[in-house]
């Protein structure tokens, strides 16, 4: 099966830390983990995922491809 003596020593129940308290445990080559994001605390897997708007981005994206009807309308009136 395996050789003897090239592999790293096998954890099969480490333990994952996210800030300082156990959140799940793992196979690993390390008896601990200390992460700073897990899918317990990561917006997009709680459903708490915003889409941040930086400098008008999401609205220019809008306009640029006629997604939005009220500032499509108003920039056509402009080009006139």
């Known amino acids: 099966m395996a050789k003897a003596d090239i592999h790293p020593q096998w ?3 480490a333990k994952v830390y996210c ?3 156990v ?3 793992v196979g690993s080559t390390k008896p601990e983990l200390h992460v700073d994001v ?3 605390n990561h917006p997009f897997y709680t459903g ?3 889409i941040i708007d930086t400098e008008g981005r999401v609205e ?3 306009r640029k491809y006629g997604m939005s009807s009220t500032q499509a ?4 009136q402009n080009k006139k």
């Open 11 to 13: 954890y099969p129940d």
């Open 23 to 25: 959140v799940m445990t």
């Open 73 to 76: 309308s108003g920039d056509d």
């Open 48 to 50: 708490t995922q915003k």
């Open 19 to 21: 800030n300082g308290q």
């Open 60 to 62: 220019r994206f809008l």
């Open 38 to 40: 897990w899918s317990g």
